[in-house]
């Protein structure tokens, strides 16, 4: 379950702008810095890749956290390396967190929770650090796509307390993970959520409830922006439209946008507005 975000990087790059890579240099509040496999944790998988940017400041800088997808059992953060390239240009003020998280496996390693606990770990992490990195981790965005939007959906509404996550992108996650157990658009997907969660929907109805973001939505979880294609057959897009209803219900700032005939992921004119619409939707929720 991945974004396909190169076609779209090279797209609006050349439309856009031409950066330059910058070369790493020492750590300095004037200049731009980047940090790759910083470890949050001892497993080799609990890494993050950071890019500060230059100018920043504990007031000024704020912080997004990028989740890869891949069905909570595959995927890097690599995926998204690309597209940091692309925010950088739009987000200048924004330090960006690109991480990994500890795969589940067919031999029973890794299963729920463990993934949730892992993007955990990396955002206390990434506050802890907020003075070193001259950072605001006052002012956070979780982004994921798929498996990854799931998990930013679930630390937003479930890991934040402090209130410090202002907003939630979400690319056609999962919601409600039983639903998609029991009338699943892949064939592939009841077995896969059997080892992600060790069980069924029967034998471990807790795992299912908990690990859907739809169950953990109140009148106070973030503003969240919410990206699916009409014909997605991995991830149906009623688990969205589940999601946006209940949001609404809730009174939550949100913003629903669907593309008809799309599936799980898209290039081109759509993934252009897309970003668009990220970049406004997080400038507008995140001041």
Request: contains cysteine; neutral net charge.
């Amino acid at each position: 379950m991945r974004l396909t975000v190169k076609l779209f990087v090279l797209i609006f790059l050349c439309v856009v702008v031409s950066c330059k890579k910058k070369d790493v240099k020492p750590s300095a509040t004037s200049t731009e810095l980047e940090l790759k496999d910083v470890a949050y944790g001892t497993d080799a998988l609990q890494n993050m890749d950071v890019y500060l940017p230059a100018n920043r400041s504990t007031n000024n800088t704020k912080v997004v956290i990028l989740i890869h997808g891949g069905s909570w059992t595959s995927g890097d953060k690599s995926e998204f390396t690309d597209a940091v390239t692309l925010m950088k240009t739009q987000l200048a003020d924004y330090a960006i967190f690109n991480i990994n998280y500890r795969l589940a496996t067919i031999s029973g390693t890794n299963i729920w929770p463990v993934q949730l606990t892992d993007v955990n770990a990396a955002c206390n992490f990434i506050q802890s650090k907020a003075a070193e990195y001259a950072i605001n981790t006052n002012k956070m965005v979780v982004f994921g796509a798929s498996a990854g939007a799931h998990l930013a959906l679930l630390q937003g509404y479930q890991n934040n307390a402090d209130k410090k996550i202002k907003a939630v992108v979400d690319l056609f996650a999962p919601t409600d993970l039983a639903d998609l157990y029991n009338r699943p658009s892949d064939p592939n997907y009841p077995a896969l959520l059997s080892i992600f969660l060790n069980g069924t929907p029967t034998t471990n109805s807790t795992a299912y409830r908990n690990s859907s973001p739809l169950f953990s939505v109140n009148n106070t979880v973030p503003p969240t922006i919410i990206f699916h294609g009409t014909a997605d057959n991995i991830v149906p897009i009623r688990q969205s439209d589940s999601l946006n209803n209940r949001l609404a219900v809730a009174g939550v700032t949100k913003q629903y946008v669907t593309y008809a005939g799309e599936g799980h992921g898209w290039v081109g004119i759509n993934l252009l507005d897309t970003f668009s619409k990220i970049i406004s939707f997080i400038t507008a929720n995140n001041p």
